[in-house]
């Protein structure tokens, strides 16, 4: 089995978790890695392979010939804004033999779009920050006491840390608003961007410890487990340090999030709060930068998910993660050629 990761990126750890999946289930194959330029993950990778801009008319085109080529099972997409390119493709790659492991294309459009997440979950009485996409109508809100300073300025189509900032005053809140459309037409973002002009997404500012879900659906979306970290430190909009928690309630949110979305693989969650209230902040329909604290706690989602493209049921314990397990990421320099 041939498994291909897109827009790898710095995520050498995921090439490395999917050669020894194959491995444990005693599958020939080899892991690729692809990027639009040189990317860390190539050191891990057994094939690596350049390709077209995401959003050029050759991306598709190229990687339907390429997992062709290589006979790709499974293709694992790392990017948000890969996600809804391939997510509208994914019948086409199907038909060739090529599972793209994501959701489908109304679920992730509900993740990457912070408005649609917003109005998703609260028609369905899921907590998440109250929003705005225009800062008059937050202004008016605010001097009729609906609601209150500081608001958290991002780009509503926006991932990582990118162009978010605290407004703690009117005045913030109409020059951060102008500063980060400026930021977003200097960005990967602003071909997101044309979607809508209302481009920027405000919200209510809530307090609570930081936790993350990893939610994982098997390959039908069907729902087969709830991992819960509690985020002890974060850099450049990832989790550095985490531990493993229980927490029925958390689970209880994944397993809603689960049924609502029926994606395939990982949901990467972020939430806000302690127990007993809980907010959902964002959701991604991938691999998070969490998931590696899941992974140390024994949780092994890409060794599952090549025993399912197999037809295979994976042992129980690789669908487990034990709470109170703390891990840190490090640095380390990768030397290519």
């Keep these: 089995m041939n498994i291909l990761l897109t827009s790898a990126g710095r995520r050498t750890y995921l090439v490395e978790y999917f050669k020894e999946a194959l491995h444990m289930a005693g ?25 077209p801009l995401i959003y050029s008319k050759e991306y598709i085109p190229f990687l339907l010939d390429y997992c062709r080529k290589w006979e790709i099972r499974l293709l694992i997409p790392l990017f948000d804004i890969d996600l809804p390119v391939l997510a509208a493709f994914r019948e086409d790659f199907e038909r060739q033999g ?83 459309r400026r930021e977003i037409q200097d960005s990967y973002l602003r071909y997101e961007a044309v979607r809508d002009p209302a481009n920027v997404i405000i919200q209510e500012m809530i307090k609570g410890q930081e936790l993350g879900l990893d939610v994982v659906n098997d390959l039908k979306g069907e729902l087969r487990v709830v991992v819960a970290k509690r985020k002890n430190a974060m850099r450049a909009g990832e989790t550095d340090e985490s531990e493993t928690v229980e927490d029925k309630e958390l689970e209880d949110l994944g397993r809603r999030l689960s049924g609502l979305l029926r994606h395939r693989g990982n949901l990467d969650v972020d939430v806000l709060g302690e127990k007993g209230r809980y907010s959902v902040l964002e959701m991604n329909a991938r691999f998070g930068g969490g998931y590696p604290f899941s992974h140390a706690a024994g949780l092994n989602l890409p060794y599952a998910l090549v025993m399912w493209a197999l037809g295979k049921e994976p042992e129980e314990a690789c669908l487990r993660a034990r709470a109170g397990v703390v891990a840190l990421k490090d640095i380390r320099l990768l030397v290519w050629g």
């Design 27 to 51: 599958e020939p194959g080899l892991v690729h890695a692809a990027n639009s330029k040189v990317s860390p993950a190539f050191f891990a990778a057994d094939r690596q392979v350049v390709t």
């Design 98 to 180: 090529t599972m793209v492991v994501t959701g489908d294309v109304q679920a992730v459009d509900i993740c990457n779009d912070k408005w649609k997440t917003y109005q998703t979950l609260t028609r369905q009485g899921i907590a998440t920050p109250k929003s705005w996409l225009d800062v008059n109508e937050v202004s008016k809100a605010q001097k009729a006491g609906l609601a209150s300073y500081p608001f958290i300025l991002k780009p509503r189509w926006g991932m990582g840390s990118l162009s978010v900032y605290q407004a703690d005053d009117e005045q913030e809140l109409f020059v951060l608003d102008r500063k980060i």
